[in-house]
């Protein structure tokens, strides 16, 4: 499951993987490009992706409640940016996953030299969800300026 679409390479590289894999992707399709990377995964993993459109605070909240016993093995946060959405999807996710599911929020940067605007909301959702046992960090990896992620489970005790 993946949160942001965007152009789908993040999409792709999940597909690309493994022929059984499928993923399904949540994101609002604000760019005008959005169409093009979507038609390109189609013809190229044809039946094995799956885009619902919309905010996600919206679109997952009514996935979760029309597929009750759904549960993906990697959940990939790449969406909006801002605390307080980076936060829902977070927290809504957690409905998806499992106690072996992986959870990835991307754009969490802790250098502060490599900080930027993108980075400041889920880096502190991220913070927040470890101080409050949400999540057990397995790691995580900075590679330049803005970009950076953090990969752990969830905590069901």
Not at 60 to 89: E, M, R, S, W
Request: aromatic share 12%; hydrophobic share 30%; glycine share 8%.
């Amino acid at each position: 499951m993946k949160i942001g679409f965007n152009i789908g390479h993040s999409s792709e590289l999940f597909l690309n993987f493994d022929k059984d894999i499928t993923v399904t992707s949540f994101d609002k399709c604000r760019h005008h490009y959005w169409h093009i990377g979507k038609k390109y995964i189609d013809d190229n993993y044809p039946n094995r992706h799956t885009l619902i459109k919309g905010n996600s605070s919206v679109s997952v909240p009514n996935y979760i409640n029309d597929n009750k016993n759904k549960t993906f093995d990697l959940i990939f946060i790449d969406g909006c940016h801002k605390y307080h959405i980076a936060l829902q999807d977070i927290q809504n996710c957690k409905k998806l996953a499992n106690e072996n599911t992986i959870v990835i929020m991307d754009d969490t940067i802790y250098k502060k030299r490599w900080k930027n605007g993108s980075t400041k909301g889920p880096t502190q959702v991220w913070k927040e969800m470890l101080n409050s046992d949400g999540v057990k960090e397995l790691g995580r990896q900075e590679y330049g300026v803005g970009n950076g992620l953090s990969w752990g489970k969830y905590n069901f005790t």
